[in-house]
């Protein structure tokens, strides 16, 4: 069956534009994690979704990020007046109780 | 210092050798840990998962871990060029959903043909 997919899988901006990265997790998990992945750094937990409530945003980094969750499906991680620093590869992934399925990832590079 | 630890490499292996690669942790509350493969411009899969102490064989792959260590292992027998990727440890506490699973850095492996 399909895997979780995202979108873009890349995605160049300048400093200061808004993104955002698109995530369809697996049909049927409620489950949805964003995570960050930066070289040396490994990866960095973002925001955890359980159908389309949010109950662990712990890991955003600043006010600058937001996600979303609609239809319990897809979800939305949107990074306003982006900088440099945020920089890195997008992972989404999604789990129906136990194991997380990652998609591909969107490298986003912020000049 | 970090909750777990992984050397980045990178390593490299001819084919056909035996790889052993590990993490090192620091809490004891720890019982699921997990092993996944990531190929370059992919996102992580899974390739492992244990739940407390003890091995695990799946064909060409063991999991092994040492909880009075606090020390996991991943062997790779008769390593192919198809295995290199980079291979990150991920543990935590909890099973479940809302895991907060906590990653190595992960490791560059290489297989030469």
């Known amino acids: 069956g399909a895997g979780v997919s995202q979108s873009p899988s890349n995605k160049v901006t300048e400093k200061g534009k808004d993104v955002e990265l698109r995530c369809d997790p697996i049909?049927?998990?409620?489950?949805l994690y964003w995570y960050r992945q930066s070289l040396g750094q490994g990866l960095e937990f973002l925001i955890y979704?359980?159908?389309?409530?949010?109950?662990?945003k712990s890991g955003l980094p600043s006010d600058r990020f937001s996600a979303e969750r609609t239809g319990g499906s897809v979800s939305t991680l949107t990074i306003q007046r982006t900088q440099q620093e945020d920089s890195a590869v997008y992972l989404c992934?999604?789990?129906?109780?136990?194991?997380?399925?990652f998609g591909p990832g969107t490298r986003l590079t912020v000049l | 210092q970090k909750e777990v630890e992984q050397d980045p490499g990178p390593l490299s292996v001819p084919e056909g050798a035996i790889v052993s690669l590990n993490c090192t942790y620091s809490?004891?509350?720890?019982?699921?840990f997990m092993w996944y493969r990531q190929y370059s411009r992919k996102g992580p899969e899974l390739l492992m998962y244990?739940?407390s102490s003890g091995n695990k064989e799946d064909g060409r792959f063991t999991a092994q871990v040492d909880k009075s260590s606090k020390y996991i292992s991943l062997f790779i027998r008769d390593s192919q060029p198809s295995d290199s990727a980079t291979y990150l440890c991920?543990?935590?506490?909890?099973?479940?959903?809302?895991?907060?699973?906590?990653w190595g850095l992960g490791t560059s492996l290489g297989v030469n043909p």
């Open positions: 979704f359980q159908g389309n409530s949010a109950p662990d």
């Open positions: 244990t739940y």
């Open positions: 049909s049927g998990h409620t489950a």
């Open positions: 991920a543990m935590d506490d909890n099973a479940g959903n809302n895991r907060k699973l906590i």
């Open positions: 809490n004891s509350a720890f019982q699921y």
């Open positions: 992934a999604s789990s129906a109780y136990d194991t997380q399925y």
